[in-house]
């Protein structure tokens, strides 16, 4: 088994370990004062942090019928930032995420916030990083070591789930206190949010000889494009970050209505494309979107519950999801992109990340790629 499916087997396991201690401090950080004053949030963050924001924009909006924007750091820190409207103290949430708590942008998104009147909060595993101390408030994600062979790097699926879960408890918290869920129906979301480690294991049960069986089909290809909408949209995106992190090769994540103006033109007649569907709002679209993939030559996996009967059919391979609210299918709609990521690296015996080779050092990059040191707006403004 390679590295990356282990640590795709420890999700729900996971889970269940930051669940309990996630939730409590997130009841004890987020006092009322904030949650009955707060009128919008930004939510922001670099990779997969980023795509953690994204794909829950839509349970925040629902939830707390407050808008959300999420966007990068970059974005957040450098344009939005200085246009937050002055509407009163603890009206407008900064949520940065990064579960290191390194990363330059992200602090830099926190500290423009605060500079800007903002509320700002970190959401991360490491305490006493430069996220944390640049928020106000500091919510800390467990994410349990896990055993990982020395000098590997292993393309992230842990951080990613505990920053989704993270920000569903946030947004059950502030809905919760504002009234818009009863004592009753915020218990019923957080036993939702608990259960996702049994809806998880049914996922990687199902997908995963699908995910060994594709990557022997799909080995000679070298550019792939993974495709959905709402809160799916951030699961294409992120999808595509873990072919890359873990073969090298080109991928794409695409709005699947910008699929059908855009990847539809593409010359390349049998680039794989997956459509990636909870079977609800999207559904109708999908399908059309299938049609037209397949009238061209595309070759379709279709990443949908067992319900999306006509998108099944359609398709050339199907990796079954499990079935849960659609504001919520980001956790369990992740993972056949991450296994097939996994065990097509594991085909083409690439190592992750390119090794790191070609100049592609964790942190310099040759001076192009600075992560955790790259110059901050304080720096230079």
Known sequence: MSYMVEQIHSLPE??????????????????????????????????????????????????????????????????AAGL????????NVVIGISVSGAVSRTAEALRMGREAGATTLALTATPDSPVAKAAEIMVDVPVPHFPEPEGVAIPGVRSYMTSQVGLYLLAVRF???????????????????????????????????????????WMGEDEFVFSGSGPNFATGLFSAAKMLEATGDSALGQDMEEWAHLQYFEK????????????????????????????????IAAVAPKTATNLINLSDFHFPIAEIDEMFSPVVAAVPGELFAAYLAEEKKEPYFRDFGGGRSIEGGGGISRIRTSETWEQWR
Do not use: W
């Open 14 to 79: 996971l889970l269940e370990q930051i669940y309990e201690p996630l939730d409590e401090i997130i009841r004890k950080k987020i006092d009322h004062e904030l949650c009955l004053s707060v009128k919008r949030f930004y939510i922001t963050g670099c990779g997969d942090s980023h795509h953690a924001a994204l794909n829950t924009e839509f349970a925040f909006e629902s939830l707390t019928k407050l808008p959300d924007d999420a966007m990068t750091a970059m974005t957040f820190a450098r344009y």
């Open 175 to 217: 809905a919760e206190v504002r009234g818009l869920l009863s004592n009753e129906e915020a218990a019923a979301y957080r036993a939702k949010i608990r259960n996702f480690s049994m809806a998880l294991q049914q996922t990687i049960e199902m997908s995963e000889p699908v995910a060994e069986k594709v990557a022997k089909e």
């Open 268 to 299: 390349k007649v049998k680039t794989p494309t997956f459509i990636i569907t909870a079977g609800d709002r999207d559904l109708s679209r999908a399908e059309e979107v299938a049609v037209a993939a397949k009238q061209i030559g595309r070759q």
């Open 84 to 91: 937050i409207p002055q509407t009163g103290p603890k009206t």
